[in-house]
């Protein structure tokens, strides 16, 4: 029955029922040092999607250098316990994460423990082919000291090379400490302090407080993108208040006479120049915006979930978040509206013109109509007065004819004058041959 049902599935949903169990927490117990490395690559695309053959490179690299099997090049999550250390690694959209883990001695104090961390078992050589392209670097101490809160963060001013600390009692029953600060070492620095924590949260909290310094860093990849395309909106924006200052004077100078085509045609070139530019800065900064955004709504949450108590005279992580991060994803908003308010600007004023220039063009299609109709009128004129010269040759020779044909009656010996004949036929021929091209005149327009 089991195996009946099974071949029912739909393809993907055993996949899909794995997917919300593919990146699980580590298993955490005080006292403990980890080393978190986020590397971002992007792949040959401009999407911002990572590089994934490249990244399980690396992981199968780590992995031969202690003798273990890598995971396939489908896998988005790998853990193993090294011995002396443990490695959990995921693949996200766009970076991919690599958390060591290793116990520490009970006695040691945290700034003791940062001397020691497992990223010292690592080989160098598999470090130096992360150049350019960490991330995300920290080393977070998970401590099981205990005595007040106040007395405990005046012991990490060492620590921190005495910067301003960020913490807050979280979870009913742990300590986090950080200043979000990188170190003299190219690492930042957290520290967890577990005074109360229960089963499995040491895990989950340090989890999240990676996630937020992660998921931080990664949101604010789009702010070098904001402030870079200042400039050019700056710029964009004078072009375009020029050209629609050009098009007022230009509509006053002409008034109502007819418009200059060329120069109407030269401000559209133009127009559709800066439609060109806001349209690929647009595509270059789309996706970078809209991935800030959700990375933001992720640190959100993970502090959310954190659910911070303020110690007395220090800052929670949401203040600081507030104060640092949130004006820098304001930044990029504003400029993702304001690039796409100056598309819908610029679309507005080509309508507008390529409606001007329609105009422009039914006006001279109108006065072209006009000189048509008037040499129209003319050519009929002309052909009246032509028509009225062929009745008179038509008579003519109609009349040359007949009177030729008197003169040979009259030699023939009919009594017949030719000359008192053609006089009188000349009248009737001139209304005869008048009424037959009126006739034809009428048939053929009525046809």
């Keep these: 029955m089991t195996i009946l049902f099974s071949s029912l599935n739909h393809a993907a949903r055993v996949p899909l029922a794995a997917e919300i169990h593919s990146r699980p927490f580590l298993r955490l117990e005080a006292p ?45 999550y790998f853990f193993h316990d090294f011995g002396r250390f443990r490695v959990k690694w995921e693949c996200h959209t766009e970076f991919a994460t690599y958390t060591f883990a290793e116990r520490h001695d009970d006695a040691s104090s945290p700034a003791e423990v940062f001397q020691r961390v497992p990223l010292r078992h690592v080989p160098q050589q598999w470090l130096a082919a992360l150049q350019g392209k960490v991330m995300v670097a920290a080393h977070v101490v998970l401590d099981k000291t205990r005595g007040p809160s106040d007395a405990f963060a005046a012991s990490l001013r060492q620590v921190f090379e005495g910067n301003m600390l960020v913490g807050s009692h979280v979870l009913q029953g742990g300590e986090i400490w950080t200043d979000f600060l990188i170190q003299a070492d190219g690492f930042s620095r957290f520290v967890v302090r577990d005074v109360g924590l229960h089963e499995q949260q040491a895990g989950r909290l340090v989890q999240r407080l990676l996630e937020i310094e992660t998921y931080r860093m990664m949101a604010l990849l789009g702010l070098p993108h904001a402030h870079q395309a200042t400039p050019v909106l700056n710029a964009i924006e004078g072009e375009l208040a020029s050209l629609t200052a050009a098009m007022v004077e230009t509509e006053r100078s002409n008034g109502s006479r007819l418009s200059d085509t060329d120069n109407e045609q030269e401000l559209l070139s133009h127009i559709t120049g800066l439609a060109a530019r806001i349209e690929k800065l647009s595509l270059d900064n789309s996706y970078r915006f809209s991935a800030s955004q959700a990375y933001f709504s992720l640190v959100n949450a993970r502090i959310e979930e954190l659910r911070e108590i303020r110690i007395e005279g220090i800052p929670t992580i949401g203040e600081f978040m507030d104060r640092r991060l949130t004006p820098a994803m304001n930044t990029c908003q504003a400029i993702a509206r304001r690039q796409e308010a100056l598309a819908e600007r610029i679309a507005h004023t080509n309508d507008l013109l390529r409606t001007r220039v329609g105009i422009v063009q039914e006006r001279q299609n109108r006065q072209i109509l006009q000189s048509m109709n008037t040499r129209a009128a003319q050519q009929l004129r002309l052909q009246q007065a032509v028509e009225g010269l062929s009745v008179v040759a038509i008579s003519y020779y ?50």
């Design 398 to 447: 109609t009349v040359g004819l007949l009177s030729y044909a008197g003169k040979a009656a009259k030699a023939a010996g009919l009594p017949v004058n030719p000359d008192v004949a053609t006089g009188i036929l000349v009248p009737l021929v001139a209304a005869g041959v008048w009424l037959a091209l009126r006739r034809m005149h009428k048939s053929i327009h009525t046809g």
């Design 32 to 76: 403990e040092v980890l080393t978190h490395i986020a590397v971002y690559e992007r792949g040959s695309t401009n999407s911002g999607s990572l590089d994934g053959l490249t990244q399980h490179g690396m992981l199968t690299a780590l992995c031969g250098h202690f003798g273990v099997s890598a995971p396939t090049t489908e896998a988005k």
